[in-house]
């Protein structure tokens, strides 16, 4: 074989290289597309097919990874969401979406640290709506509680109509409202149920008292009763004593009376 005619042959390899890579990135991207529309009609399962499709035809289809990752992750189904992400990334590293999305598969893992990192770095890369959206969830589940108002805060000045976050960053304030009331809500429970009776003296651990201090606690103080404060039972008894002298007098008075008859009966018989 001549020189040339190798070369030909070299060219026409490559140019049917060129065309068949060509053909799978074209349907790649037409099954990226696919899904795409299987998505808008609610139609998920067939849209994470669509995306693997496009993925199998076309193995550093960036864009795939991200989507069907996400959709793994409203699927519950992280460590797949993770792995999809983690390839989009190393595919084009300052992808935001590809961080938002794996910062959402990480807050739905319970690992608040890395979803709060990674939606940082998407915001920073480009900021965006949900993402603010998402750190705040992560802050909020870190108990967080003023980073979460302000990420719902700059949510919801880019997107005014997100009721969700409304809502949720409505719940932030009434908790944050209920701490600062609660030392005062204790003081009230404390005061109503201050018992109404002194505390039991004790005595010190080192014995009689010799010292000349009381041995009572000092609270015991605030919890002893006015000295001069009426109660029922001494009352009672004031009262029953009093109906028994007027009983008696007039018992008295009454004999008194019988007797004096007695003898002017007696004085006008003799």
Not at 37 to 60: N, Q
Not at 142 to 165: C, F, G, H, K, V
Not at 170 to 182: F, G, Q, S, T, V
């Amino acid at each position: 074989m001549t020189r040339s005619a190798a070369c030909l042959l070299a060219f026409l390899a490559a140019a049917g290289t060129t065309r068949i890579v060509e053909a799978q990135s074209q349907s790649a991207q037409a099954a990226f597309k696919r899904a795409g529309v299987f998505l808008v009609e609610a139609r998920y399962d067939e849209a994470i097919a669509g995306y693997t499709e496009a993925i199998r035809l076309d193995p550093t289809y960036e864009d795939a990874y991200v989507d069907r990752g996400y959709e793994f992750v409203k699927k519950g189904k992280v460590k797949q969401a993770i792995a999809d992400e983690n390839e989009a990334l190393r595919l084009e590293p300052n992808d935001p979406l590809a961080f938002y999305a794996r910062g959402a598969a990480y807050l739905r893992e319970g690992l608040y640290a890395r979803a709060i990192a990674d939606e940082t770095e998407s915001i920073r890369l480009e900021p965006s709506h949900i993402a603010y959206v998402a750190r705040g969830d992560a802050y909020a589940k870190a108990q967080n509680d003023d980073p979460a108002i302000a990420d719902y805060d700059e949510a919801l000045r880019l997107n005014p109509n997100d009721s969700q976050t409304f809502k949720n960053r409505a719940l932030l304030y009434k908790k944050k409202r209920d701490r600062a009331r609660a030392p005062a809500k204790i003081a009230a429970i404390a005061r109503v149920n201050k018992p109404s009776v002194g505390r039991p003296r004790t005595k010190p651990a080192g014995g009689a008292q010799s010292s000349g201090r009381s041995s009572e606690p000092a609270s015991a103080s605030v919890a002893k009763p006015a000295q001069n404060t009426p109660t029922l039972i001494p009352g009672l008894f004031h009262f029953f004593a009093i109906i028994v002298v007027i009983a008696l007098l007039m018992l008295a008075l009454f004999l008194f009376i019988i007797w004096a008859l007695a003898v002017k009966a007696g004085l006008s018989g003799s």
